[in-house]
């Protein structure tokens, strides 16, 4: 085999680029916003991949774009339809942006989005990733898209011990690729081939299917045998964890009390089953409730439940009951117009 320990990483990156572009062309996968990638699919895609796996988004994709099939009904959808649209997608600030993005486009230009990924990162909840998306796969923009698949598959390829949580090794991969990106159809190509190697081969956590890879003869992390090592991440902040106590309350006729939560924050405006911070005891259950107007009996522990959020962790408690008196901020619902009408997001969900 040529030696290439002497390649600069600019020029390792020129030479994957047909083996990576032949590869993706040949294993790509179907996903419906490849089969017709306008740049309002690949805006959607990709606002939807940003936290979730491909498998789980694609069924919200298909049932969001059948009911708004364009931005201005984008733009036009009541927020409470958005977010059962998304609902179990969790991270409900993206629907949001996408809707007050839409406004904008319609408003200033009609409904169309920028041809280039500078305006197109001026955009709300649009960053430099989402734009370079969109830029080179809906317009075929020579930019971009730095994701951690990305700079996965980069640092091993170029052996970079740059830590990759750090915003400038960000910046130095996405300047790195400036210089070699093509232009056109396979501007695009190139951005999802470099996604999906690692998503696919090019794997986190584990062992990199490196016998499948096409870039196996000129990564150098391979070569070194380090590629399990790399990429370098500094280490994150510690997630908090909050124990929570959730009220199931019912009103005898199989009818739950449910409140919505405060429009901004953390899963702003979605609805929820009533709960606080604290340990799950009938005092504290009963005295949230008079401070509300309300009251309940028959107070008792049913069940324990997690859920993780980025940088907190509740750990919760459910407690049964029967309510007595329902407060003026809380409604009634069973559980079918819960699973139907109400945006109840996976972290109270899990309860029904
Ligand atoms: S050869 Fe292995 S480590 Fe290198 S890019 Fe391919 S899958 Fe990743």
Redesign the pocket.
């Given at each position: 085999m040529k030696e290439k320990t002497n390649d600069t990483p600019e020029n390792l990156l020129r030479q994957a680029i047909p083996p990576l572009l032949s590869w993706f062309s040949a294993h790509r996968a179907d996903l419906p916003w490849r089969r017709e990638p306008t740049p309002y699919h690949v805006w959607l895609s990709e606002i939807m991949l940003q936290q979730t796996r491909i498998r789980a988004a694609l069924p919200y994709y298909e049932r969001f774009l059948s009911e708004l099939p364009t931005v201005a009904d984008l733009a036009a959808v009541p927020e409470e339809r958005l977010l059962k649209l998304w609902e179990g997608l969790g991270y409900y600030s993206r629907a949001r942006n996408l809707k007050k993005t839409a406004i904008l486009l319609c408003e200033r230009c009609g409904g169309e989005l920028p041809r280039s990924a500078k305006e197109l990162a001026s955009l709300p909840g649009v960053g430099a990733y989402t734009a370079g998306a969109i830029a080179s796969i809906a317009y075929g923009e020579p930019e971009p898209a730095v994701d951690g698949n990305v700079l996965r598959?980069l640092s091993?390829?170029t052996l970079s011990e740059a830590d990759v949580l750090s915003p400038a090794t960000r910046t130095a991969m996405t300047n790195l690729l400036r210089k070699v990106y093509p232009s056109g159809r396979e501007a695009g190509a190139l951005t999802e081939a470099l996604m999906e190697?690692g998503e696919t081969?090019?794997l986190p956590n584990g062992a990199?299917?490196?016998e499948s890879?096409p870039?196996?003869s000129l990564?150098l992390?391979?070569r070194a045998g380090r590629?399990e090592e790399l990429p370098v991440r500094s280490q994150k902040k510690e997630r908090r964890v909050e124990k929570r106590t959730v009220l199931l309350l019912s009103d005898g006729g199989g009818r739950l009390a449910v409140c919505r939560r405060p429009s901004r924050g953390l899963l702003g405006g979605m609805w929820e089953f009533p709960n606080f911070p604290g340990a799950a005891t009938r005092e504290n259950a009963e005295a949230f409730l008079e401070e509300r107007g309300g009251a309940a009996s028959h107070l008792s522990v049913f069940v324990k439940k997690t859920h993780i959020f980025t940088h907190i962790e509740w750990r919760m408690t459910a407690l049964t009951g029967k309510i007595d008196v329902l407060p003026p901020s809380f409604v009634l619902a069973d559980r079918e117009e819960l699973i139907r009408d109400y945006a109840l997001p996976t972290a109270f969900r899990q309860f029904l």
């Open positions: 598959v091993r390829l190697l081969v090019c990199p299917l490196c890879c870039l196996v990564c992390a391979r590629a």
